[in-house]
């Protein structure tokens, strides 16, 4: 999920310690926002200072994994209580288990309990909540469907586990640096984005022809979200698509990353903030519990759309994916007084002879809706495919070109192929377009636009306990801390 904001203006960099209002002058939404940023910032730094990457209080030590005597080998217990992970407050708030987390929605045929050696680590993140997630945020003094107020930034966590394969098992003592090493290496090169509108365009080929000026033509400003549908490997110009990359090896030891395919990725022009909540689902038949604002902030014929819910929102985060993100379907009939809004296939199928996606429905508990993506691929429907060093158009003179970080390796020891960037599904990167310069705002360096990483989402992890194989005990792997005495006088 994502919200209607106009920008992100915060930037760690510039070491701003408060934002300063002042006398008539207009107040924005990125200015209340970057003082909550500048805070966070500050309070979160502190706390990981003080207590390093991951520590609970010896109070309430949270995240404690355990056994459970009357089933061992089929679920784990979670204790309650609070862990702080790089300087984020992560809470469970009653005790629970690995399939019955409240946020984990676990299946327990495609990720259980392993028999062997396994880690027990923990990931946190911060999700957008609306008043689709939370009714309880929408003001009813406004009227029962009247406009909604600020969004919520909500720290979602997972317990998740990993089985180490025969040649791996680190041991009990070696883990966490396993775990560090692991993570590091998973996303690395990390897939970078660059963007612009006001540039110098090529020169025409017939030079009778005058090329216009290359800017952002949009009627009105805009923010752009690029992010990225399926996690994979960028690819370079001329391949054909399907190329799978294998992993390299790393030093002594194995790099156990799956093989890559080739990402994809999709984009908005209202930073993905287009959604509207589902009643019911009937095959590619979508009832909405209500209609978007305005016509311009809904769906017609042609459009393509997402349907996601809390389970598979949060299954974005996983490092290695279980499941296929939800297809990108195109709009084929709206009917407005019965709210439904007919899909191309049904969204519960998956591709032809492939892993059907996690299956969204009309439960009500996990807030169903629609997201709308504003791109346009060739052939009516999906996602686009991420290739590198390349400039992409999206619309109105933007465009975006993904890469890798220029001392990046070779994909493989003596060749001189450059090693392509991996992306994570859910990688987004923020492109505010405005009309008075006709340009985006995008950091520039001595080439020109920036290839930065992703804006997010970033991922907070604490490696919690080391399990042995069998019914054996685990080993705890968090540091646990007192508070302080009190002052003296």
Known sequence: MSVDI?????DPLKHYSRIVHQQGRVTLDADANEQTAVLLHYLRTVVADVLGPAAAPLGA?????????????????????????????????????????????????????????????????????????????????????????????????????????????????????????????????????AARALHEPEAPADACVTAPRARF????????????????????????????????????????????????????????????????????????????????????VGDLVELVDDATAVHAADEVPGTPPQRVHRVVAVDVPGRTVTLDADPGAGPPGGRPPLGVGGDPELHPYLRRWDHRPQGGAGALPVVLDTWIALEDGVEVRFGVPQDCG?????????????????DHWLVPARTVPGDVVWPQDEEGP?????????????????LPGGAGDPVPLVARFAPLPPAAG
């Open 61 to 193: 030590p949270g995240f404690t994994v355990t056994r459970i005597a009357r089933d061992p080998d089929r679920d784990l217990a979670i204790g309650a209580g609070r862990l702080y992970v790089d300087g984020v407050l992560v809470e469970n708030d009653a005790p629970t288990t690995y399939l019955t987390q409240p946020e984990g929605y676990v299946d327990p045929e495609t990720a259980p309990v392993p028999e062997g050696p396994a880690l027990a680590y923990l990931r946190a993140w911060e999700r957008d909540i609306t008043v689709i997630q939370d009714p309880a945020i929408r003001e009813i003094a406004l009227g029962g469907h009247g406009p909604d107020t600020a969004a919520r930034a909500k720290v979602v966590w997972q317990v998740a586990l990993h089985a180490f394969g025969e040649q791996e098992d680190p041991g009990g003592a070696e883990a966490t640096v396993w775990f560090r090493s692991w993570l590091d290496g998973l996303y690395a090169p990390r897939g970078l984005l």
């Open 410 to 426: 070779p994909a493989r020891e003596g060749s001189g192929e450059r090693a392509p960037g991996r992306f994570r599904r859910g």
């Open 217 to 300: 033509r949009g009627p009105e400003n805009q923010l752009y979200r690029v992010q990225i549908h399926t996690s994979g490997v960028g690819a370079f110009p001329g391949d054909d698509g399907r190329r799978v990359v294998r992993p390299r090896r790393r030093g002594a030891g194995r790099d156990l990353r799956p093989e890559a395919p080739q990402a994809t990725f999709v984009w908005s022009r209202e930073n993905a903030s287009v959604a509207l909540p589902v009643a019911s689902v009937a095959g590619p038949v979508v009832t909405l519990a209500s209609w978007g604002r305005d016509h311009r902030l809904g769906v017609d």
């Open 450 to 466: 920036a290839a930065v990483a992703p804006h997010g989402v970033v991922y907070h992890y604490a490696p919690l306990a080391y």
């Open 6 to 10: 106009s920008r992100v203006s915060f």
